[in-house]
């Protein structure tokens, strides 16, 4: 039987000890800088420590001497150090997680500027493993995805290059050290030398085929939300960034203003123009602070949060329902607040699973449980940007009481003013100042506003006036500047003292349209307070007396009519265009959405069937057309056209056609062959190009081309060739 022909390539010469030895270095100093990097997602001061990672890291990158000059007593000193600094974390009260990320990281640090063994180096790829898995769990960010296949191409990398090794003998005793004369630029050509280009070729396209196939396998799995699932959550506390709480003082919002990180985006259907200027609430507070300030009072927070439920769909009170609004999607990041932000006015909200949840319907607000840990999306259906809060619960507790007895109530009334009567006195003083006295809601607003923006400028600091009495009655009477916390804040007072309820409202106002993913992107800086005061008529006027806001004093049904948002066509809003395309298509992506997505598939395919059937019927009644009519010259240039493609594809199989029969029959035997035949072929090629002859030859031919009755154990065969062949190679290294 004639055996295959054998390659006559030059096989690539065999890597030393020491050539390993360095490229793992190399690895391993890219593992390092890599697996620092996840901290970049994560929420913890260690930026100094992050600082001497990647300073140390990058050092020995291209110094692998360095190490080796280490004092002993530094070695014998890092553990014990390391130690007490743990034990000091813990102590301060930094939190378990928190103190063991700080950990790992000192552990990397050290592994980094020392020479490794193998049992370390594996060490190294475990340290890494527990940052990437801490980030993953606490962070959505492609940027990370991007991180975490860079630290398993690495990995995988270095855990191939240590096996490699350890198959090679040990230097002998009087080598030279293996970081003398290493350079990454030396590292870099050498493995360019004894590298196996079809080898990498292959490991990188099973690598690639690993990642799609883990992409895809994501995208189809159903996703299930596990609340309190992940000891993670409860070992890395969160704190809000923004300050919505029950209580705020004046200059907080202005503090939040400040904050440029990306509070929630607003994600629009198709071909939806974004709302211009739009109002997201957030808390409403009625307690008037004699210190200054407005907070959540008991009683309202009895009477409006006191039923707590776990659902998935809050529907909105059947008067404020709109008709006309479009559906919105939110993704409330983490760390801004435990309410929702929300328009005036919607039919329902739906929330990914059954949440644990507080509804306000007549505040028009939801609380959730507890702060949420990962970003939270929404969908708001009917939503509408509405000026008018609709409130029949509130009219029907102002029928209750006549017009004398309302101050025995004025906390649940809206009517609270600050406690000394001086104050008070000061208030009517203003009222008759500015002609206030007797007019309706709307014209009580509109002329109150006017009368603050013209004695009083927009400022994000402001000075109040020393002395006697209110805090806020004294900035009235004074022409300091103000924000908006101190306008709103006195438009309160003013239509209280008047007789008009009213209350302070704060969440976000505006935001920036993002030009990318065409999506409206609010940041913390969008902070904003504003008021609520009653018509009279069974309705909440939203009034926004803050000068710049560009608003309309007092918002009608109509909504706000301010000028469009911004358009932001920054680096910035690139990469959170990709966030955005993130929420949409793997975060936010459920069943429904994967059955729409087959489905569309599936109908694109169907699509480019037909196109295609129509698109062969085309061509074959031109061609007969072009040979019916008189054209000849058509008729000869189609004729032209199949000939010369005849003739290049007789001469594409005369050509090839030894190869590919080759090829064919090669393919035939394979499949015809007994599986201890093919491989027992295999080993005799290794062998014959290693120069092996002997008893294990042998044995294997007669696996090859013998019976299978004088076959001995295959198993120990190919066992005793495997062995037979590293003794050679070990022989040619040394």
């Not at 018509?535 to 049904?557: E, I, M, S, Y």
């Amino acid at each position: 039987m004639e055996r295959p022909p054998m390659s006559k390539a030059e096989k690539p010469p065999l890597p030393k000890s020491a050539d390993l030895r360095r490229l793992q270095w190399l690895l391993g100093s890219l593992l390092v800088l890599i697996s620092a990097g996840t901290v970049l997602f994560l929420e913890i001061e260690a930026w100094g420590l992050l600082a001497c990672i990647l300073g140390a890291g990058l050092l020995v990158l291209f110094r692998a001497d360095l190490p080796a000059r280490i004092p002993a007593w530094a070695h014998r000193l890092a553990f014990p150090v390391i130690v007490c600094l743990f034990g000091w974390e813990l102590w301060s009260g930094s939190g378990l997680l928190p103190s063991m990320v700080r950990l790992c990281l000192w552990l990397l640090l050290y592994r980094a500027i020392c020479h490794r063994t193998r049992r370390e180096e594996l060490q190294l790829v475990l340290l890494g493993l527990f940052l990437i898995v801490v980030a993953g769990v606490l962070t959505i960010s492609v940027a990370f995805v991007a991180l975490l296949v860079l630290f398993a191409l690495c990995a995988l990398s270095l855990l191939l290059v240590v096996t490699t090794g350890d198959s090679l003998a040990a230097p002998a005793g009087g080598e030279e050290y293996w970081w003398n004369g290493y350079s990454v630029a030396g590292v870099l050509r050498r493995t360019r030398e004894f590298l196996d280009w079809r080898q990498l070729a292959g490991g990188l396209g099973l690598f690639g085929l690993l990642v799609g196939a883990s992409a895809v396998i994501f995208v189809m799995i159903p996703r299930v939300q596990m609340e309190n699932s992940l000891f993670l959550e409860q070992l890395f506390p969160r704190k809000a960034s923004t300050g919505f709480s029950d209580s705020i003082r004046f200059g907080e919002v202005t503090e939040i203003s400040q904050d440029q990180s990306l509070a929630f985006t607003l994600d629009l259907p198709q071909g939806e123009s974004p709302p211009p200027a739009p109002y997201f609430r957030m808390q409403v507070l009625d307690e008037y602070l004699e210190g200054g300030g407005f907070r959540v009072s008991a009683g309202l927070r009895r009477e409006a949060f006191a039923n707590e439920r776990s659902i998935a769909t809050i529907e909105g009170p059947p008067h404020a329902q709109s008709q006309v609004g479009v559906p919105w999607i939110i993704y409330l990041e983490t760390g801004v607040a435990r309410s929702l932000p929300l328009p005036g006015a919607f039919n329902r909200v739906r929330l990914r699973d059954a949440t644990a949840l507080r509804h306000a319907s007549g505040l028009r607000l939801i609380q959730l449980r507890d702060d949420p840990l990962a970003m939270v999306p929404y969908r708001i259906e009917g939503a509408f940007d509405s000026g008018r809060i609709e409130d029949s619960g509130f009219a029907f507790k102002l029928r209750q009481y006549p017009e004398g007895n309302r101050q025995r109530a004025a906390r649940r009334l809206f009517l609270e003013l600050p406690a000394d009567e001086a104050s008070r006195e000061a208030l009517d003083r203003l009222l008759s100042e500015m002609d206030l006295r007797g007019l309706e809601a709307a014209a009580f607003c509109e002329r109150a506003a006017r009368h603050l923006v013209a004695h009083h400028g927009y400022a994000l600091s402001s000075a109040v006036p020393s002395g006697r009495g209110d805090t806020l009655v004294r900035w009235m009477a004074s022409p300091q500047p103000g924000h908006c916390e101190l306008f709103a804040s006195s438009l309160v007072l003013l239509a209280r003292a008047a007789g008009h309820p009213a209350r302070v409202v704060v969440g976000f106002r505006g935001g920036t349209w993002n030009a990318f993913s065409n999506s409206l992107s609010l940041r913390n800086r969008d902070a904003h307070a504003w008021c609520e005061v009653w018509d009279g008529h069974g309705a909440w006027l939203r009034v926004d007396p803050t000068p710049g806001t560009g608003a309309q004093r007092v918002a009608d049904d109509q909504g706000a009519r301010g000028a469009p948002v911004e358009t932001d066509r920054s680096l910035t809003a690139r990469f959170e265009g990709l966030r955005v395309l993130w929420y949409r298509r793997i975060v936010n992506f459920d069943q429904q959405t994967q059955m729409e997505a087959l489905q569309s598939a599936r109908q694109g395919l169907q699509a480019l069937g037909q196109w295609l059937g129509e698109r062969a019927q085309s061509l074959r009644r031109e061609a007969v057309a072009a040979f019916a009519s008189s054209n000849r010259l058509a008729a000869v240039s189609v004729a032209a056209v199949a000939l010369l493609l005849a003739v290049l594809l007789s001469w594409l199989v005369l050509r090839y056609r030894r190869r590919w029969r080759w090829s064919l029959r090669r393919a035939g035997n394979r499949r015809m062959q007994d599986p201890v035949r093919r491989e027992a072929g295999r080993w005799l090629r290794r062998l014959q190009k290693a120069g092996v002859q002997g008893a294990v030859y042998q044995e294997l031919e007669c696996l090859r081309f013998g019976p299978p009755e004088a076959w001995r154990s295959p198993a120990e065969v190919f066992a005793r060739a495997r062995v037979e062949l590293k003794g050679v190679r070990n022989k040619g290294t040394a």
